[in-house]
């Protein structure tokens, strides 16, 4: 339920913590799901996201003579998301779902995690290609907003937010990039790693694949117009911030893989 205005396990909540200055608490039933009656909530669409993950091992390739190998560290890495207890706090705290009732979810999203990182799933190498190219679709791992409201709420550290991120990073190292959240990301460290600000002309452009985008900049026009005719619009020809060549340091040491060997005139990062 809420307490407070935020989800939390009221079996584990002190009263003398949850009071306010009027002696009184608020409790209410959990967020985002339907209600059927005073506290209580239907939990079938919290259900229904986590059978969407396929929540079970899915090993390819010929079967081991004897059993599937995990190694202790990355059971050890594994410890924190099967903490989960399935309570629905960070479901019920999620702001997406508050909009879109077809995201996944940080529940989800969360159990999906703890099968990509198991080394028994997927291919011989552990990677589980084939989920994370179903949760690169639309409504999954990429329309997470980074609100931090699932971190805070889960009552055993799970952190179904920082899931996501390795959820993402596990994507675009298996070469799932042809999505929007994929070429945002890329889009916006390309712009910052070049000029030092954000290019907030260019970023949604190439957010969408490029001007090739029919659809997409049709959609755009409307926010535009309405940029352009309030002294809003991005100025067309991007600036560099002062001392550029300081952020374009950092990112050659920050992010070896994407800066590295291209900085250089013909680079993104100049």
């Known amino acids: 339920m809420r307490i407070n205005g935020h989800a939390g396990l009221a079996c584990k909540t002190p009263l003398a913590l ?19 009656k005073d506290l209580v909530v239907d939990f079938e669409m919290f259900w229904d996201k986590i059978r969407a993950v396929e929540p079970y091992l899915q090993p ?7 059993e599937y190998v995990a190694s202790n560290d990355s059971m050890l890495h594994l410890s924190g998301v099967t903490a989960c207890i399935m309570c629905g706090a960070c ?25 990509t990182a198991d080394p028994r799933d997927g291919d011989r190498e552990g990677v589980s290609r084939d989920r994370l190219r179903s949760l690169s679709e639309a409504t999954g791992m990429w329309d997470c907003t980074r ?6 709420a889960c009552p055993k ?13 596990q994507a675009v190292s298996a070469g799932f990039t042809n999505n929007n959240g994929a070429r945002h990301t890329s889009a916006f460290t390309e712009s910052v790693g070049h000029s030092g600000r954000l290019d907030e002309l260019r970023l949604p452009i190439k957010t ?19 940029a352009l005719t ?17 952020v374009r340091r950092l990112f050659r040491k920050l992010e070896p893989d994407l800066a590295g060997p291209q900085i250089g005139k013909n680079s993104p990062f100049g």
């Open 91 to 115: 479901v019920s705290d999620c702001t997406v779902l508050e909009v879109d009732p077809t995201f996944l979810g940080p529940a989800a999203l969360a159990k999906a995690y703890r099968f």
């Open 208 to 226: 969408a694949g490029g001007i090739t985008n029919v659809g997409a900049m049709l959609s755009y026009a409307p926010v535009g117009w309405r």
């Open 147 to 152: 609100c931090n409201e699932c971190v805070q």
């Open 60 to 66: 390819q390739g010929a079967e081991p003579e004897g």
């Open 157 to 169: 550290g799970v952190a179904p937010m920082d899931r996501i991120m390795a959820l993402r990073d």
């Open 230 to 246: 309030h002294g809003k619009m991005p100025p067309i020809r991007h600036k560099n911030v002062e001392n550029v060549e300081i």
């Open 18 to 36: 949850a009071v306010d200055e009027n002696n009184t608490v608020r409790v209410e039933p959990a967020g985002v799901m339907r209600v059927m």
